[in-house]
């Protein structure tokens, strides 16, 4: 007897084959990583460091060693363990840490991060074949976050090298590293972002990926899906110390870059503009005579700079840096910083409603120091917490507010946020902040960093001469 299915059935077997269908061609749309894994392994390191570790003092601040007689033999217990005279407190142990790199030359050559070998006093790496090799620092860059080293061997696996200038959003990429010291762990994801500028890192245009990237990854590869290295793991953004979903990468172009300086010279050599910039907001541009929003605007031209050579003017709107368009303040620094040293640049600005085009003959960046002396190379924002950019007061500025040995650090511009709700106003003196004393930049941005949410802190600041206390409170976002 013929069974004829009704349509209903019918209906139903149509829907499932269509569905398995369909989870067939989603399959099949998913990208396969396996030879691609297998292809790159065998250049990405391990690398570990030691750091000697001298002893401190055991004994609690403001503590005293107990007063005992000159024949106690436990004079000479807490002489020893306790008290720095006599070469007291914990004896000296090693530090060790862990990161990535990978192998850019067959000769011996890696690439990693400046913070994973940053005051190692010896650099371990451990290849893919588990032979392990002690690393010369051939050179090291802080504020790119780039270090060069070299190992004794030839003919090494080595990776390609790509183009992060060609990476589009929503583009997947793979990241082998070693987090928590799990060498060779194979994570993917996808661009989220390219060209982010970070609070604490000024030179370097990140990539931004969802990657899961934890520490011991740092240093490590980012690979396109052609197995071709278009970033280094450099960062992650989280509240609780692990991954949350964030991860930011060097782009190889520039970390190429920062190399072959080192590797020739051992430093490298940046291009300054020497100016003070910001955002423009919606409100600014409109004073300015802008029909939107973009661009750096100049609050401070530095002495002695090639700014001030070229004729730049405080309110000035920087919106094309050698023919590429400045459409973010943050993107500035990382092209100044690029172009070459000694080299006439043309830039575009707009001054009084007008577009103005000034040649400048770049400098070369000057060290932390010097810029912290012309008032303008410590400058940090935290805009993205409070809505600040500070500096440290130059020497001109300390004498002129008689600041002298009072500490903290100058208000430069205010952005919307908690600092201005709570009534923050450039050329304040921060002083503390949630009773902590400010010592300088660096330290402030820190302390930015940890304040809790959701809580009122109090702020003190000097106000022409006057002390003031504010309250600051930062919402949850």
Request: aromatic share 6%; glycine share 10%.
């Amino acid at each position: 007897m013929k069974v004829v299915p009704s349509p209903l059935t019918r209906w139903l077997v149509a829907g499932a084959a269509l569905l398995l269908s369909n989870v067939a061609a989603a399959r099949a749309g998913l990208p396969d990583f396996t030879d691609l894994v297998e292809q790159t392994s065998p250049a990405v390191v391990n690398i570990s460091t030691v750091q000697k570790v001298e002893g401190k003092k055991i004994l609690p601040h403001g503590w005293k060693l107990p007063e005992l007689p000159d024949d106690s033999p436990l004079n000479d217990f807490f002489r020893r363990f306790f008290d720095d005279e006599g070469g007291g407190g914990a004896p000296e142990h090693d530090a060790r840490s862990l990161g990535s790199g990978f192998i850019i030359s067959e000769d011996g050559y890696l690439l990693t991060n400046h913070h994973v070998i940053d005051g190692a006093d010896e650099v371990i790496v451990r290849l893919s074949d588990r032979r392990e090799l002690k690393a010369d620092v051939v050179g090291s860059d802080p504020r790119s976050d780039i270090a060069l080293l070299k190992v004794d061997a030839d003919h090494l696996p080595v990776v390609k090298i790509g183009n992060s200038d060609k990476l589009k959003r929503g583009e997947w990429v793979l990241a082998i590293g070693s987090p928590f010291g799990f060498d060779h762990s194979v994570t993917a994801g996808i661009i989220s972002a390219t060209g982010r500028s970070l609070p604490s890192e000024n030179y370097v245009p990140f990539i931004q990926t969802d990657v899961a990237i934890n520490p011991g990854n740092s240093g490590g590869p980012l690979f396109d899906m052609d197995g071709e290295v278009i970033g280094i793991n450099s960062q992650i953004y989280s509240r609780t110390g692990g991954y949350m979903g964030l991860s930011f990468s060097i782009p190889i172009e520039m970390a190429m870059e920062v190399a072959d300086q080192l590797k020739k010279s051992g430093k490298v050599s940046r291009g300054w503009l020497g100016v003070l910039i910001q955002d423009v907001t919606r409100e600014l541009a409109e004073s300015f005579g802008m029909e939107r929003p973009y661009g750096a605007l100049v609050s401070k031209v530095l002495p002695d700079s090639p700014a001030e050579a070229a004729g730049f003017k405080v309110g000035d709107v920087i919106i094309e840096f050698d023919g590429r368009e400045v459409e973010r303040s943050g993107a500035l620094p990382p092209m100044v910083g690029r172009a070459k040293v000694g080299s006439d640049v043309p830039v575009v600005v707009i001054r009084n409603g007008k577009r103005t085009t000034l040649k400048v003959n770049l400098g070369e960046l000057p060290e932390e120091e010097e810029m912290a002396a012309a008032g303008g190379g410590k400058a940090k924002t935290s805009a993205d917490r409070i809505g600040l950019v500070v500096s440290d007061p130059t020497a001109d500025q300390r004498n002129e507010m008689e600041l002298g040995d009072e500490k903290g650090v100058l208000v430069q511009s205010v952005e919307e946020g908690p600092a201005a709700h709570a009534g923050i106003r450039p050329g304040d003196l921060i002083q503390r902040i949630n009773n902590v004393a400010v010592e300088d930049a660096g330290q402030f941005a820190k302390l930015v960093a940890e304040l809790p949410d959701d809580k009122s802190l109090p702020v003190l600041v000097l106000r022409k001469g006057s002390p003031l206390f504010l309250a600051l409170k930062i919402g949850k976002e």
